[in-house]
């Protein structure tokens, strides 16, 4: 029995790609290309509950780009476009997402009003390795934050841009929250959004979405730097396989995260 | 003793990131950028004793760019500028490397004389999917096979096109052996070779190099579908994180590859 067991634990630990218990340390884990998003490319292709194998936090979109993705202390939340923020069952599925078993490795305190680009100064400061991947998580007091969501599409399925050009806007005021978000090198570019990519949720789980713009008061930002980055792709039953990722949608990505 | 064997053997299990027995199936793992030793970062950064653990087939380089690699059936060979091959110790210390647990997902005889170009053609034709990575072991028997291989560096380190102006060519003709390399898909370009980067070993274990050129007469091509890519960066001690990985670096892949 006992032989049993231990057969049956070491076989649970190996098919776990993430490792036993927990999610590997520093390895920011992402399905799917930013590219392949910005091309149209929005069927599920991950559950929520095999995401949380690749960490506790984290950011993404859901099937047919239904909604702004927040991956939070180990529970997902999705902002729709009506603003309202949801609870999806495990088995709901996300064409992109990004995951990481948050670890801080700086702890930056905010004591003055601080916006979007005072926050990436500061952060490039402290963690100034731009070749590095790091997580953001920001939780503070926010005097102002602008925030969108995304409409659910039909296919077929127009590309971000298009769906970007009507997306909803909420501008938030006095608002307590959690920004959770990443940092990535430029030279990822195609595969993930270069720079700074942030999503918000209120404390009360009433609010959030992409973070377009904001003003923060007081608060701490987190940084958890991360040498590893797995892509995980999609399988044959998605549109991937055929979309052209071949161009520089730069332009586009641009377009569509601002 | 049961138990502490147990748990001496869930622990190992997870502290090893590659897994039990064996590394993660369907993932290329690659340690740095090919735009960092483009841009001459060529301080080893993973040994070879760490890298068998992401697979048993790869390519790559050495710590100062000391020559060729190629790892097939979980042996690394180092071929040197002088166009031999040698064994490294686990210890020797790699900056740039690709490995794989190589499983065949497709089978593709070769019969006729074959160029790189065909093989390329052979192998599209039976993984369409340009959006996926894949792994090929090419077996057989070769008409030609042009090879390279690069000579050791010192600091301050030049980058990749200055050394490749001199590098020692080699022109083998009717020779057994193995080309061990990857296909990638372009949008990976700033962070991997796009398209094919083939190594090749002799059967004899006495010549290889970065391959050129070559005409195969029969054998076979073995590929390996990967949708897992997992990117490994060098740490802090590197000069990995100095380095301007932002331009475009095509032009000068180009010259450093062909």
Do not use: W
């Given at each position: 029995m006992k032989r049993i067991l231990l057969y049956l634990m070491v076989v649970a630990c190996c098919l776990n790609p993430a490792g036993c218990a927990s999610a590997p340390q520093n390895t920011v884990t992402q399905f799917s290309t930013i590219d392949a998003l910005l091309a149209?490319?929005?069927?599920?292709?991950?559950?929520c509950s095999r995401l949380l194998e690749y960490g506790d936090f984290g950011i993404g979109t859901f099937d047919s780009l239904d909604g702004e993705m927040i991956l939070l202390d180990g529970k997902i939340y999705q902002v729709r476009a009506d603003g309202k923020v949801y609870r999806p069952s495990a088995d709901h599925t996300l064409p992109f997402a990004c995951a990481v078993a948050f670890r801080k490795d700086l702890s930056l305190p905010v004591s003055t009003d601080t916006d979007f680009g005072g926050m990436e100064r500061l952060v490039d400061r402290a963690?100034?390795?731009?070749n590095l991947f790091c997580a953001l998580r920001i939780e503070g007091h926010f005097a102002y934050m602008k925030v969108r969501s995304v409409p659910a599409q039909r296919k077929p399925y127009p590309p971000l841009t298009e769906v970007t050009k009507n997306q909803p806007v909420f501008e938030l005021e006095r608002i307590k929250g959690t920004i959770v978000g990443f940092r990535a090198p430029q030279f990822a570019k195609a595969i993930t959004v270069p720079g700074y990519h942030l999503h918000f949720l209120s404390e009360d789980f009433q609010a959030g979405g992409h973070v377009l713009d904001f003003s923060m008061t007081s608060g701490t930002v987190e940084v958890d730097l991360c040498n590893r980055f797995l892509l995980v792709l999609p399988g044959e039953e998605s549109s991937f396989g055929s979309?052209?990722?071949?161009?520089?949608r730069s332009a586009e990505l641009e377009k569509a995260e601002k």
């Amino acid at each position: 029995m006992k032989r049993i067991l231990l057969y049956l634990m070491v076989v649970a630990c190996c098919l776990n790609p993430a490792g036993c218990a927990s999610a590997p340390q520093n390895t920011v884990t992402q399905f799917s290309t930013i590219d392949a998003l910005l091309a149209g490319v929005y069927e599920g292709q991950t559950t929520c509950s095999r995401l949380l194998e690749y960490g506790d936090f984290g950011i993404g979109t859901f099937d047919s780009l239904d909604g702004e993705m927040i991956l939070l202390d180990g529970k997902i939340y999705q902002v729709r476009a009506d603003g309202k923020v949801y609870r999806p069952s495990a088995d709901h599925t996300l064409p992109f997402a990004c995951a990481v078993a948050f670890r801080k490795d700086l702890s930056l305190p905010v004591s003055t009003d601080t916006d979007f680009g005072g926050m990436e100064r500061l952060v490039d400061r402290a963690a100034p390795n731009m070749n590095l991947f790091c997580a953001l998580r920001i939780e503070g007091h926010f005097a102002y934050m602008k925030v969108r969501s995304v409409p659910a599409q039909r296919k077929p399925y127009p590309p971000l841009t298009e769906v970007t050009k009507n997306q909803p806007v909420f501008e938030l005021e006095r608002i307590k929250g959690t920004i959770v978000g990443f940092r990535a090198p430029q030279f990822a570019k195609a595969i993930t959004v270069p720079g700074y990519h942030l999503h918000f949720l209120s404390e009360d789980f009433q609010a959030g979405g992409h973070v377009l713009d904001f003003s923060m008061t007081s608060g701490t930002v987190e940084v958890d730097l991360c040498n590893r980055f797995l892509l995980v792709l999609p399988g044959e039953e998605s549109s991937f396989g055929s979309a052209d990722l071949t161009r520089d949608r730069s332009a586009e990505l641009e377009k569509a995260e601002k």
